[in-house]
């Protein structure tokens, strides 16, 4: 087998494999954030891409789709629960959300976690080739970088970190704290979303690793052949963003903005459309969404016919108990306030629990006179950079939680501490009110940022830094 200069390593492929009525299994490209955001980087030659196939015991030999080198790592159905569903989103991802919702420390699942990142570690080993590059992405792999540098101390790597990095007080509650950090410090480059992230993880690098830190860069100790080896690895801020043409030019489709006149029309023409697009987690505060909408239809300030609030909570996890427990609680609060408040003719909440193909999410978008992106916590959160780059006319109004990654470039939006029920409420009707002026004011500079710096911009800025770092080892060799 031919190995990959550039070897993407990533708990998912990007593709999702589907079986026709008549049997015949195929793949097609999924249709996630972070496939979007390679596809520049994947469309070269020598790439490959190391992930699972998103089902049980799928043992399968590497493939070539749209021009890159597949290489699927098997994971068994108890991999799933203990790796997945346990250690990657039971305790990591509340821990890293701020505990949102409360981790679980199981041993059993660190040990799963530890058995797979060792094969992915692997399969990434024997893909890449002599001095290549291996890029890294996320928490469920945060062991890769330090395993597969035992493995291939002639490849460079980097790491990019799509979820947001807890401060040290809740980080220390980890009780594989020391080995999570000397996973990550395996790495060359670890990318996070925004400055705080970064300053974070070097916190906690100081603290529990004692090692020292100066700005970007961290001085990564370890001992060898029983003399101090030193080396430097970069920790900083690459914040992720869209592939803002592609989304422009669906907003600019016919087809599409029919599409978006008819959702209106299909809402009975209501004159304010609010929505919420979230994968249903419970980092998104999609609870205190419905609660402030809920309110606000109570007091009289908003009222059915005059407002619609539209909330697509794409299916997530849902083997995983918070992630069950959430839905329940969210579909009977829709159920309450639709069943207070609904006429024959209209609909308070239209609540829709599927995923939706990009033109139809655009024509939401188009749709929407308000944007509610009211996380918790988020990374990043590109939902808002999309609504952002469809409202081509610089009409709309986002609002946006204070706690979302994107906040930090998207200054110009309605900010909003979600945990705050009565300010969230001023603000919603704040946006369903602004004028046209003030809209167009600050959707142009939303815009701006957005545009100026894309995904591709993202792919660039973090690969560039990761090959300084690999010219610079090779020549010494
Ligand atoms: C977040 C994470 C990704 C993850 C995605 C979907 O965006 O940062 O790593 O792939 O959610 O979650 P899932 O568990 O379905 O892969």
Known sequence: MSRADLVVVANRLPVDRVIAPDGEESWRRSPGGLVTALEPVMRKPD????????????????????????VPVPLSAPEIESYYEGFANGTIWPLYHDVIAAPVYRRSWWESYVQVNRRFAQAAADAVEQGGVVWVQDYQLQLVPKLLRELRPDVTIGYFHHIPFPAYGLYSQLPWRRQVLEGLLGADVIGFQRQADAGNFQRSVRRVLHHTTRSNEIVVTSPQDGKEDSRVAIAKAYPISIDAQSYIELAQDPKVRARAVEIREQLGNPKTILLGVDRLDY?????????????????????????????????????VDA??????????????????????????????????????????????????????????????????????????????????GAADELTSALLVNPHDIGGLKDLIMRAVEMSPGEQSRRMRALRRRVLEHDVEDWSHDILNDIDKIRTARNARR
Do not use: C
């Open 323 to 404: 992630y069950a427990e959430l839905r329940d609680e969210i579909e009977l609060t829709v159920g309450r306030i639709n069943g207070d408040y609904d006429t024959m003719h209209h609909t308070a909440i239209r609540y829709l629990h599927q995923g939706f193909p990009r033109e139809e999410m655009v024509a939401l978008y188009l749709a929407a006179d308000v944007m509610l992106v009211t996380a918790l916590r988020d990374g990043m959160n590109l939902v808002a950079k999309e609504y952002v780059a469809a409202r081509t006319d610089n009409t709309g109004v986002l609002l946006l939680s204070e706690f979302a």
């Open 283 to 319: 980092t998104k505060g999609i609870r205190h969404r419905l609660k402030a909408f809920g309110e606000l239809l109570q007091d009289g300030r908003l009222t059915v016919g005059d407002a619609t609030l539209v909330q697509v909570a794409s299916p997530s996890r849902q083997r």
């Open 47 to 70: 790439r490959a891409w190391v992930g699972w196939g998103g089902q049980p015991d799928l043992d399968i030999e590497p493939f070539d789709f749209e021009g890159a080198r597949l």
